[in-house]
């Protein structure tokens, strides 16, 4: 039976327009989807779009709009905005969908059943940018300790979750499942907010009505976190396509933005208990991106556009400085001169001028053919060897810098056999031209390889490379764990001139 593989990004809220957070999260979690393809997992990508709540509602009134309009409109943004990125999901799913709605209201209502849901009457300080009660000792000088802005008090009758029941269980779970919260150091935020004590949360709001209603009680409606979380469960087919959901769930990777950790590592696990679900196997939290060094903002004129870095830079550059430029799970400065730094060093410079030369001596040696091969080069073997075993590990952290590090340094020997073997030297001497045919065979099959590599960070440009190679078998077909191997470049494959990958950015 093939292995599965079940891949969430966050769904996103509907009140703002997408921005490079959005996409940052987006981009990871379709690399590792792609990658998983290729070493021939049958993959789950789901993302999706988080409706409801107060803070919609709000946005919609201000805008003159229902809130379904409002959803409508910022929905097309997103889902362009992952066509626009190369966004390989499976499913999109919205919270005002009825496969969601049917779910969510059933869960709610077993674990009411359950006697894990209970009324009560809720006092206390919400943030609504947050969405997010606080006690008074938690406030930073009367404020929101996650987000800084102000907070008002709240009452209202609450349906409440008992999850300080599920305090002692949670914590035996992370330790008996070390990597079930990464990175490490957020694992270690959680288990301290943990061990300070779990209070029942509230799920459930009278004081708005956008959203799903709480069933048999119409005047809550259930609160966000228990609606949004819940999408994970709807998305990959829960109560309607139960073969798909024995197929994927659990969930091997939520990957999320580290503002909503605590939701995921201790609101959520601690609801599928209470519901006799098994737990996903990991939710993996990334860092935030500054902007020049300041916090992104809109007020600040420093907002980030998407869709306008792609129009500057091109969508596999952004893509790949994404990526590149810092640790996954760390916080990140997005400058636009780092990203033409990371251009025109490694991409023009490194991949893109190595590419299209090799290209040129194959067509100016060999008619544009390639040609037979001959003796494997040991070095470019041992090199793939080792980056495909670093790799495949980089991937399964999903520490995606260490992933382009390593295909970087095959990148690197080609470059170096080139230097080497000098073939602009060995077509001068018509002896020597059974080695100038296994210099060029192993520089294409090579570069073959690393198609094969770059192509889950940068799909457009692998599928560009891979046509440019010859080979008519879709690359997305083509099994990693096999085909990176040497050898698997057909010869007398026709090879076609392509324009340079990555133009230099003055």
């Excluded at 990957?255 to 959520?268: C, F, M, P, Q, V």
Aim: include cysteine; glycine fraction near 6%.
């Amino acid at each position: 039976m093939t292995e599965t593989f079940y891949v969430t990004t966050p769904i996103y809220y509907v009140n703002d327009v997408p921005h490079i957070g959005h996409v940052y999260t987006t981009v990871a979690a379709d690399i590792v989807a792609r990658y998983k393809r290729l070493m021939g997992y049958d993959v789950f990508f789901l993302t999706g779009t988080d409706e409801h709540g107060r803070k919609v509602e709000k946005t919609a009134e201000q805008a003159g709009e229902k809130p379904l309009e409002l959803a409508n409109r910022v929905v097309k943004r997103f889902q362009d905005l992952w066509v626009k990125f190369s966004i390989s999901h499976d499913d999109f799913i919205r919270t005002t969908e009825g496969r969601h709605k049917k779910v969510a209201q059933a869960l709610f209502s077993r674990a009411k059943d359950k006697g894990d849901i209970y009324l009560g009457r809720y006092e206390d300080w919400y943030c609504t940018p947050c969405e997010t009660f606080w006690t008074q000792n938690q406030l930073n000088d009367d404020m929101c300790p996650d987000c800084g802005r102000g907070v008002e008090k709240l009452k209202e009758d609450s349906y409440f979750f008992r999850m300080s029941h599920y305090q002692d269980t949670l914590l035996q779970h992370i330790k008996e499942n070390p990597d079930f919260i990464q990175p490490k150091v957020r694992k270690n935020e959680m288990l301290s907010f943990i061990k300070d004590g779990l209070r029942d949360l509230s799920v459930s709001r009278t004081s708005f009505s956008w959203g799903i209603p709480v069933p048999d009680d119409p005047g809550h409606v259930i609160y966000v976190w228990i609606d949004a979380l819940t999408n994970y469960l709807s998305g990959a087919g829960y109560l309607s396509d139960p073969d798909k959901f024995a197929r994927y769930w659990p969930a091997d990777v939520h990957l999320i933005g580290k503002d909503i950790l605590r939701h995921h590592s201790i609101y959520w696990p601690t609801f599928l208990m209470s519901l006799g679900i098994p737990l996903f196997k990991k939710v993996f939290a990334h860092g935030w991106w500054t902007i020049e060094g300041k916090k992104m903002s809109k007020s600040l004129g420093n907002f980030v556009e998407p869709l306008q870095l792609t129009e500057e830079y091109g969508v596999d550059q952004v893509r790949y400085f994404l990526m590149r430029e810092v640790p996954f799970g760390l916080d990140a400065d997005f400058s636009r001169k780092a990203m033409v730094g990371r251009i025109n060093s490694d991409l023009a410079n490194d991949l893109g001028n190595l590419f299209n030369r090799s290209l040129v001596m194959a067509t100016k040696y060999f008619g544009g053919t390639v040609p037979a091969r001959g003796k494997v080069n040991d070095t470019l073997q041992r090199t793939a060897d080792d980056v495909f075993q670093r790799v495949d590990l980089a991937m399964d952290d999903l520490a995606y810098q260490k992933a382009l590090i390593a295909i970087w340094e095959l990148i690197g020997a080609v470059n170096k056999y080139i230097d080497e073997t000098a073939p602009f030297t060995l077509a001068k001497d018509e002896s020597k031209g059974d080695e100038l045919r296994t210099v060029i065979y192993n520089i294409l099959d090579t570069l073959r390889v690393i198609t094969l590599f770059i192509f889950p960070f940068m799909p457009d440009t692998g599928r560009k490379m891979w046509a440019a190679l010859g080979i008519k078998e879709p690359i997305e077909s083509q099994d990693l764990s096999r085909s990176y191997q040497w050898g698997s470049l057909p010869e007398e494959a026709e090879l076609t001139k392509i324009p340079p990958l990555f133009p230099r950015i003055d």
